[in-house]
């Protein structure tokens, strides 16, 4: 049995199979079959390589869990690059619509640094949408707290002084990579020294 179904938080699934195990629906699911682009050539490809299984709870139906078993499929391009298209809807629209990632974390039955991952993936997607920087930023670092280091970057807009980005160190590389990527206008960068 294949069937499509609109499941809360999940869109154009394929449900393969349905039963109830240890009183939790299971639903084995996978995605309709397409052609990814390769992140590493970013041609298109529509070789198979294998698939795998991935468990994950999903949100209450009915007010009994729900687990999905999804067929996970790895593509190999020609270039030789192996990938997985990501596929995680529930979580990205959790992390949109909940107060904490520890309250999104506890109703999908999953850690909260998994959800701060995927929260990063979905934000990074949303704010590289809107990026452009105007023809005269300002550059400053600030003592923070992240996996990246000890100090941030923020960029902001020098004659309104608003932010525009705030990059996860003040390393040389992650500033010519960001400017190499959105720095097309930019022709005044303000700054104080840098020993």
């Known amino acids: 049995m294949?069937?499509?179904?609109?499941?809360?938080?999940?869109?154009?699934?394929?449900?393969?199979?349905m039963e109830e195990i240890e009183?939790?629906?299971?639903?084995?699911?996978?995605?309709?079959k397409h052609s990814p682009i390769c992140p590493a050539c970013q041609s298109i490809t529509s070789k198979v390589q294998d698939d795998r299984i991935q468990k994950m709870n999903h949100?209450?139906?009915?007010?009994?869990?729900?687990?999905?078993?999804?067929?996970?499929?790895?593509?190999v391009c020609s270039c030789g690059k192996r990938f997985s298209k990501e596929w995680h809807q529930?979580?990205?629209?959790?992390c949109v619509k909940s107060p904490t990632f520890q309250s999104v974390a506890e109703k999908m039955g999953t850690s909260s640094s998994?959800?701060?991952?995927?929260?990063?993936?979905?934000?990074?997607?949303?704010?590289?949408?809107?990026?452009?920087?105007?023809k005269a930023?300002?550059?400053d670092a600030y003592k923070g707290d992240t996996n990246a280091g000890k100090f941030?970057?923020?960029?902001?807009?020098?004659?309104?002084?608003?932010?525009?980005?705030?990059l996860p160190n003040r390393r040389k590389?992650?500033?010519?990579?960001?400017?190499?990527?959105?720095?097309?206008?930019?022709?005044?960068?303000?700054?104080?020294?840098?020993?």
């Open 114 to 134: 998994t959800v701060i991952r995927r929260f990063d993936q979905v934000a990074e997607q949303q704010l590289v949408l809107g990026v452009t920087l105007p």
């Open 2 to 17: 294949k069937s499509i179904m609109n499941i809360p938080g999940l869109k154009d699934i394929l449900v393969t199979k």
């Open 90 to 94: 529930a979580i990205q629209m959790l």
């Open 23 to 32: 009183g939790k629906y299971a639903l084995f699911i996978e995605m309709p």
């Open 173 to 195: 590389d992650t500033i010519k990579q960001y400017l190499q990527r959105f720095g097309d206008q930019v022709e005044i960068v303000v700054m104080d020294r840098n020993q």
């Open 59 to 75: 949100l209450k139906w009915f007010e009994r869990l729900t687990v999905l078993y999804y067929k996970r499929r790895r593509y």
């Open 137 to 139: 930023i300002a550059i």
């Open 152 to 166: 941030q970057l923020i960029i902001a807009n020098a004659e309104t002084h608003e932010p525009i980005a705030i």
